[in-house]
């Protein structure tokens, strides 16, 4: 897992970026800021798209569910990917429970072939014995949702190949059996689409 | 297996968008309809496979458009999504015909792992249906009651083709229930004795003493029993085909008279003085080890050459892949409209049973599996429960398990199965009720009190 710090800067200082694609990581609300670099490095490292963290946006509970007290994924996605430049992606990151109106949660939600995605860090703190996950293993979870959730942004679709990272995830446990890898058929996949 | 193309139902926007964007994470192709007219119109453009359908709308609610769907669109799978409380409602929709229902907000596994059930039994039902065309195809090939589409049998066929026209005997071999007999007059139906008399004798059925006046016939006085002369069936044959089924259970001493009678084409009735004549085409069939028999002495080598100038082997029904399905059907047509009982198809839980039965018995364990669901299914289908009773089959022996051991077990399986009637029993396994009783005390097998 990568953790090395990324370009950090804020909107006033920011140079114009290449006309390669590029993934802005956003925290939304109070996320703690290892979280974000991490997913930021990740993201950069495996996924191969250039990946930058911007200043934080205020917590989004525009999306909170009436009677549910989750917040709905997909008003957080139309509003990242709202205004957001042709060659701009964005990942929100927040500590709040994901969920969609029909689905009673998710770790993260993607606009497939958008421009959006958001992760929730809210359930990948709980450890196996339903304490708190150690910081190694819950860093861990967090790139894998990061860079799977950032993967459908950019076209790719859930493999069935054991071990993939796109794999779909049913549980927690399912996802830390994952590599922080592609399988072979997804590598030749994300290659041909980071290209673009 | 990402093929299925969904529908989603919903009067909410947020529930449809969420749903369609969720689902094509998964490579699913999706379309959104926000009301039953909406949904009506999608499904009279284009097919789809399956329906998520939100039973409260307002208009056209959930329960109307199943009805609908179910009456113009009888293929496509529909469930049912429902609110928290309204189990009731899911359950009437389930008798109404909807595959399954799901009540908002669902876990994603539950989604996740319903949508992959139905993607496999649509792959299933697909696959059915490409065999069933195989099928059509193939019976214009008229190779009167085989049937097979996989490609073992498509050889067999070409095999037949090939041998019909060789003048020469041949000799078949395949497990019992295969359909040995079949093929044997597949060939006779294909070759030039075509217009001849087919004449077919079981010889593990006939006991040794009256063997050789079956297969010679006999003349007056010839043994105590015989009051009057009688043709035997080499004579029946001439110009034809004659068919030795279980050739393997005949004595050394009756091979050494039908080599004769195949190398002069001329044999003399018991007790006769007359030489006859006789032009037949000679077919053997056998479901034992060649190899076996001729190490053990029991064929003669001389015998075996003879009768095996063009040897075929037919494949065990659980080698055979789409035709378990072809068979099943073509069965299923025929018990249903015996006993009229209008029994149109399988579900898709009773395909997948029988395409993983192991079928020690072949077609003919299949006829009477089917035989039997028919007798006992309730529905317009045979259903998963109708044919329960697959599920006890025992494990297959091992590779490289004795011979004694496996024998046993065989035994003791077909008694079981013929609800331990000694001639049901013998009847299934070919050999005659004396066989069987010999065989059953060998492996001390006694039927439980």
């Known amino acids: 897992?990568?953790?090395?710090?990324?370009?950090?800067?804020?909107?006033?200082?920011?140079?114009?970026?290449?006309?390669?694609?590029?993934?802005?990581?956003?925290?939304?609300?109070?996320?703690?800021?290892l979280a974000i670099s991490v997913a930021a490095a990740n993201i950069q490292a495996i996924l191969g798209l250039m990946a930058r963290v911007v200043p934080p946006w205020s917590d989004p509970d525009y999306a909170v569910l009436p009677g549910r007290g989750q917040y709905n994924a997909i008003p957080v996605l139309k509003e990242l990917s709202r205004q957001a430049e042709n060659n701009t992606l964005r990942l929100g990151i927040t500590s709040a429970d994901l969920c969609l109106p029909f689905l009673s949660f998710v770790y993260g939600e993607a606009q497939v072939n958008g421009k959006a995605a958001v992760i929730s860090l809210h359930r990948l703190k709980r450890g196996p014995d339903g304490k708190t996950a150690p910081s190694g293993l819950f860093l861990q979870r967090l790139a894998k949702v990061a860079i799977h959730e950032t993967a459908h942004v950019i076209g790719m679709t859930h493999c069935r190949q054991q071990g993939c990272i796109m794999c779909f995830s049913l549980e927690l446990e399912f996802l830390d059996a994952l590599s922080m890898s592609f399988c072979p058929d997804c590598d030749l996949d994300r290659r041909r689409r980071v290209r673009i | 297996m990402n093929d299925l193309r969904i529908l989603?139902?919903?009067?909410?926007?947020?529930?449809?968008?969420?749903?369609?964007?969720?689902?094509?994470?998964?490579?699913?192709?999706?379309?959104?309809?926000?009301?039953?007219?909406?949904?009506?119109?999608?499904l009279s453009r284009e097919p789809f496979d399956l329906v998520l359908l939100d039973i409260k709308m307002p208009g056209m609610d959930g329960h109307e458009l199943l009805r609908e769907i179910r009456q113009h669109h009888p293929d496509t799978i529909i469930v049912m999504i429902t609110a928290y409380g309204s189990i009731d409602s899911a359950v009437t929709a389930m008798k109404e015909g909807a595959s399954d229902y799901l009540r908002k907000p669902f876990n994603p596994k539950d989604l996740i792992q319903l949508v992959e059930k139905l993607a496999k039994e649509k792959e299933?039902?697909?696959?059915?249906?490409?065999?069933?065309?195989?099928?059509?195809?193939?019976?214009?090939?008229?190779?009167?009651?085989?049937?097979?589409?996989?490609?073992?049998?498509?050889?067999?066929?070409?095999?037949?083709?090939?041998v019909a026209r060789a003048d020469v005997p041949v000799l078949i071999t395949g497990e019992t229930g295969t359909g040995k007999e079949l093929v044997a007059r597949a060939i006779h139906s294909h070759s030039s004795r075509a217009s001849g008399p087919f004449v077919a004798i079981n010889c593990g059925a006939v006991p040794e003493q009256l063997l050789e006046s079956e297969l010679f016939g006999h003349e007056r006085g010839a043994f105590t029993d015989a009051v009057k002369a009688r043709v035997g069936r080499l004579e029946m044959a001439d110009q034809g085909t004659l068919f030795l089924d279980e050739v393997g259970e005949?004595?050394?001493?009756?091979?050494?008279?039908?080599?004769?009678?195949?190398?002069?084409?001329?044999?003399?009735?018991?007790?006769?003085?007359?030489?006859?004549?006789?032009?037949?085409?000679?077919?053997?069939?056998?479901?034992?080890?060649?190899?076996?028999?001729?190490?053990?002495?029991?064929?003669?080598?001389?015998?075996?050459?003879?009768?095996?100038?063009?040897?075929?082997?037919?494949?065990?029904?659980?080698?055979?892949?789409?035709?378990?399905?072809?068979?099943?059907?073509?069965?299923?047509?025929?018990?249903?409209?015996?006993?009229?009982?209008p029994i149109e198809d399988f579900t898709p839980p009773a395909y997948r049973l029988l395409n993983r039965h192991n079928w020690s018995g072949n077609v003919r364990e299949l006829i009477n599996v089917i035989e039997r669901a028919v007798m006992v299914g309730q529905g317009s289908k045979i259903d998963a429960e109708d044919l329960s009773f697959l599920g006890s089959e025992p494990a297959t022996p091992s590779p490289g398990a004795p011979l004694r051991e496996v024998e046993a077990k065989h035994i003791r399986q077909t008694l079981e199965d013929c609800g331990w009637n000694i001639s049901r029993a013998a009847e299934v396994l070919e050999i005659d009720r004396g066989t069987l009783a010999r065989h059953m005390k060998k492996h001390g097998i006694v039927k439980p009190r």
Request: aromatic fraction near 8%.
């Open chain 2, 8 to 42: 989603v139902v919903d009067d909410e926007e947020a529930v449809r968008e969420s749903m369609a964007a969720w689902l094509e994470k998964t490579g699913y192709t999706v379309s959104l309809a926000k009301n039953g007219p909406d949904a009506l119109a999608f």
């Open chain 1, 1 to 33: 897992m990568w953790q090395v710090p990324v370009e950090h800067r804020s909107g006033c200082e920011e140079k114009p970026l290449t006309k390669r694609r590029h993934v802005e990581v956003v925290a939304l609300g109070q996320v703690e800021e």
């Open chain 2, 250 to 341: 005949i004595s050394a001493q009756m091979q050494v008279s039908l080599l004769r009678a195949l190398d002069e084409k001329s044999f003399f009735r018991v007790g006769g003085s007359r030489q006859v004549k006789s032009d037949f085409r000679l077919i053997c069939a056998t479901h034992q080890d060649v190899q076996a028999l001729l190490k053990s002495g029991q064929m003669r080598s001389d015998f075996f050459y003879r009768i095996s100038v063009m040897p075929m082997h037919i494949p065990p029904l659980r080698k055979r892949g789409d035709d378990i399905i072809l068979l099943a059907r073509r069965f299923l047509e025929r018990f249903s409209h015996e006993i009229n009982k």
């Open chain 2, 124 to 162: 299933m039902a697909d696959e059915y249906r490409l065999a069933r065309d195989r099928l059509a195809a193939y019976e214009n090939k008229e190779f009167g009651d085989l049937i097979g589409c996989s490609e073992v049998m498509q050889s067999l066929f070409q095999q037949i083709e090939e």
